[in-house]
């Protein structure tokens, strides 16, 4: 059974760089035809998809974030990572990591998700 | 600003069926597969049906999807008060390059 974990920093001051990493279990991040996302959610409002990224490397990212977003990869410790750049209040969600299945681009496996407040 | 539009609330006694529309363009459901997502309170998502109308194991055939030109829907019969949820529709979208959620649609059992 896959299994994915959030983790960093629960709160982050404005204009700083928000930096969260998913650790995967239960399989390789390698193995099959998979994708590894990050998906956010202000408290009360819906699902805001933010990119995705192959462990070939290659990305895609939500155009309205794409200026401040990094998304990379680990295959030594089976994680991936986030980094969101210029955070202001406005980036204050909960933010999930999810797998991704080629095709359907249905996100199958998600992690509990993590709060990040950004305030000073 | 979701480009994939849904009711915000639908609501149905226990037992009767309800259906939740998720109308987009011919850049996305048009184009590309429709997956369903539920979201418990306080949980993360879970999803629900992938490929317009197929459901992962584990899922309840009380589920259905279906997809037509650029709209999609998602029924749930014999409703029972554990399907008190969220739920968002989403899709590749090829102009975006990205994916889309929908706007999300409360379900309440009455």
């Known amino acids: 059974q896959v299994q994915l974990q959030e983790s960093g920093p629960g709160l982050v001051k404005p204009s700083q760089t928000l930096s969260l990493t998913c650790t995967v279990s239960g399989g390789s991040i390698s193995s099959g035809s998979y994708y590894w996302s990050w998906i956010r959610q202000p408290a009360g409002k819906g699902l805001e998809w933010i990119g995705r990224i192959y462990t070939s490397g290659s990305t895609n990212y939500n155009p309205s974030l794409k200026s401040r977003v990094t998304i990379s990869v680990d295959t030594s410790k089976n994680q991936f990572s986030l980094k969101l750049s210029s955070v202001t209040a406005a980036d204050t969600a909960v933010y999930y990591c999810?797998?991704?299945?080629?095709?359907?681009?249905?996100?199958?496996?998600w992690g509990q998700g993590t709060l990040v407040t950004v305030s000073s | 600003q979701s480009v994939l539009t849904q009711p915000p609330s639908v609501s149905e006694a226990p037992r009767q069926r309800v259906t939740i529309s998720c109308s987009g363009s011919?850049?996305?459901?048009?184009?590309?597969?429709v997956n369903w997502y539920q979201q418990l309170p306080g949980k993360a998502p879970k999803l629900l049906i992938y490929y317009d109308d197929l459901l992962p194991s584990g899922v309840s055939d009380r589920f259905s999807g279906s997809k037509s030109g650029t709209s999609a829907s998602l029924a749930i019969s014999g409703l029972q008060s554990e399907d008190e949820a969220d739920y968002y529709c989403?899709?590749?979208?090829?102009?975006?390059?990205?994916?889309?959620f929908g706007t999300g649609t409360k379900v309440t059992v009455l």
């Open positions: 989403a899709a590749w979208d090829d102009s975006l390059n990205g994916y889309v």
């Open positions: 999810a797998r991704g299945g080629y095709g359907s681009g249905s996100l199958d496996y």
């Open positions: 011919s850049s996305n459901i048009g184009n590309n597969a």
